[in-house]
């Protein structure tokens, strides 16, 4: 397709902004022909009233800007005609076509959380993952991190979203839900997500994080006991599990003291990497308050984000490989 003059002369800029960057490594990171398979088969043939619907690989394009900029329906499309680089990298040409409304995208979305389709995208990218070399070991790491609620009542309800709930952590109580994920000890690759309600203890969900294939589990010290629940009896996973801080500082000043300070520094050095896809959804995707109302529409989100998150904390290895494949 030839390029209008405004894309030439956006090509032919020297200076590739941090936005230029990280679109342009995502854009070679995600196998979108897996993700097209996956969702072809409940993307709509017709646009309704006769009409051609939007091509099913620039509406995937779209929902992954939104979802890595952490924007509102009518944000992206806000964006798609202020950015020329979000522009470009879902395909839409201005002086030829308009770009898809928030609306398109609101019904995109729909589409894919009644049919669980973002859990197929994270398992698709996660398949994809394993085949380019990233496979699960015999650890897994556990953990939850609590996502703001918006608290106000001002809606038609007259309430707060009743799947949500508070929480407390620290002094301070939190409104809203929680982010359960399963991360592989040596990628730090998640392969579990499981949506919750903000005041669900962390022990209860550790066993279904799991992966099954697992020799060792580590978790912090919200997962005390865990290995004595009925869930776990059954399981042989060896959980190590952090001291509560409290029982940590009254370690004695003993080589044995020593000993046991030491294995929770290497404790805490392996759960470490549990962190890295939190900040890459909180920070990097600015995922710190829900975005919709109920617990399935966020937990949809979720799957979609560490999917994302996965991507590009892989995307180094992954432009490595395909550039040493090419050579």
């Not at 230029?20 to 072809?40: G, K, Q």
């Not at 619907?53 to 798609?80: H, K, N, T």
């Not at 409104?175 to 022990?203: E, L, P």
């Amino acid at each position: 397709m030839q390029l209008s003059f405004s894309e030439l002369e956006y090509a032919a800029k020297k200076k590739q902004t941090r936005r230029d960057r990280f679109l342009a490594e995502i854009n070679a990171v995600t196998p979108w022909v897996e993700l097209e398979r996956t969702v072809t088969a409940f993307y709509p043939s017709s646009g309704g009233r006769g009409r051609p619907p939007i091509g099913l690989a620039r509406m995937l394009r779209m929902y992954v800007a939104q979802q890595c900029f952490g924007l509102s329906d009518e944000g992206i499309e806000d964006a798609l005609y202020d950015s020329q680089a979000i522009r470009r990298f879902v395909g839409i040409d201005l002086n030829r076509e308009s770009a898809p409304d928030a609306t398109t995208l609101l019904n995109f979305r729909h589409l894919l959380g009644s049919h669980q389709l973002t859990e197929s995208i994270f398992n698709t990218i996660n398949g994809h993952l394993a085949e380019k070399g990233l496979l699960l070991r015999e650890g897994t790491i556990v953990d939850a991190t609590l996502i703001a609620a918006p608290p106000s009542t001002k809606n038609k309800d007259g309430q707060r979203d009743p799947d949500m709930h508070q929480s407390k952590k620290g002094k301070q109580w939190h409104f809203g839900m929680k982010a359960h994920i399963g991360v592989d000890a040596q990628s730090g690759r998640v392969h579990t997500v499981i949506g919750t309600a903000g005041n669900v203890s962390d022990v209860t969900q550790a066993q279904a994080l799991l992966h099954g294939a697992e020799t060792d589990a580590f978790g912090d010290a919200g997962y005390q006991g865990v290995e004595k629940r009925e869930e776990s009896l059954e399981c042989p996973v060896t959980w190590h599990v952090a001291m509560r801080p409290s029982q940590r500082k009254a370690l004695p000043i003993t080589p044995l003291g020593g000993l046991m300070e030491r294995l929770e520094h290497t404790k805490a050095s392996i759960r470490a990497k549990v962190e890295h896809p939190f900040h890459v959804v909180k920070n990097l995707f600015r995922h710190r308050k829900t975005r919709y109302k109920g617990l399935a529409k966020n937990t949809a989100q979720l799957f979609s984000l560490f999917a994302l998150a996965n991507l590009f904390m892989a995307r180094r290895w992954l432009l490595a490989a395909h550039t040493q494949g090419a050579s």
